[in-house]
T-cell receptor
Framework: DGGITQSPKYLFRKEGQNVTLSCEQN?????MYWYRQDPGQGLRLIYY???????QKGDIAEGYSVSREKKESFPLTVTSAQKNPTAFYLC???????????FGPGTRLTVT | KQEVTQIPAALSVPEGENLVLNCSFT??????LQWFRQDPGKGLTSLLL?????REQTSGRLNASLDKSSGRSTLYIAASQPGDSATYLC??????????FGKGTTLSVSS
């Protein structure tokens, strides 16, 4: 069953802690993306990766970090430097950059 | 900088009505345009992808059109059903970039 998985679905953390969100795909896609969605807002791009061991900052990369050690995996770390981390985080992949994107189910992060 | 706008922000219609959702973008140099559906608390489901060279795409009761020169796209939903209730997002991509999203139109179809 091909697709994109994100875990966990809900995540709670205390302020000041780093937290890592998981994203895995078995679609054999080269490109992967992380977006953030806030209530009443469209999605905003955090980071994207076109290929293993390469990634680029999106519009709101401050306070986030990523890695792309394997084609299938693109984890996102929300660091304590991110001022407003509470949001819905969505991971996506596509065969290559600028191709049709497919999305995972999302992780809702709440930081208190 | 590319900006995507969706109007209206919310729409309520009775079941069976045909409806149109609008999407506009400021830079016509797009690679493609994608329409998504999002149910509350869920991820995005791709509905239709229109390449920049295409004028429209159809899938079942959905038809999306693209007028690149005027920076507009419409999503037409025929014979709406309560199950169509969701937020519909429009997004464009320019060569070498990721998707740029509008804020969406939240549709409510009453039975």
């Amino acid at each position: 069953d091909g697709g994109i998985t994100q875990s966990p679905k809900y995540l709670f953390r205390k302020e000041g802690q780093n937290v890592t969100l998981s994203c895995e795909q078995n679609l054999n896609h080269d490109a992967m993306y992380w977006y953030r969605q806030d209530p009443g807002q469209g999605l905003r791009l955090i980071y994207y990766s076109q290929i293993v061991n390469d990634f680029q900052k999106g519009d709101i990369a401050e306070g986030y970090s990523v890695s792309r050690e394997k084609k299938e995996s693109f984890p996102l770390t929300v660091t304590s430097a991110q001022k407003n981390p509470t949001a819905f985080y969505l991971c996506a992949s596509s065969p290559a950059l600028s191709y049709e994107q497919y999305f995972g189910p999302g992780t809702r992060l709440t930081v208190t | 900088k590319q900006e995507v706008t969706q109007i209206p922000a919310a729409l309520s219609v009775p079941e069976g009505e045909n409806l149109v959702l609008n999407c506009s973008f400021t830079d016509s140099a797009i690679y493609n345009l994608q329409w998504f559906r999002q149910d509350p608390g869920k991820g995005l489901t791709s509905l239709l992808l229109i390449q920049s060279s295409q004028r429209e795409q159809t899938s079942g009761r959905l038809n999306a059109s693209l007028d690149k020169s005027s920076g507009r796209s419409t999503l037409y939903i025929a014979a709406s059903q309560p199950g169509d209730s969701a937020t519909y997002l429009c997004a464009v991509v320019q060569a070498g970039t990721a998707l740029i999203f509008g804020k969406g139109t939240t549709l409510s179809v009453s039975s």
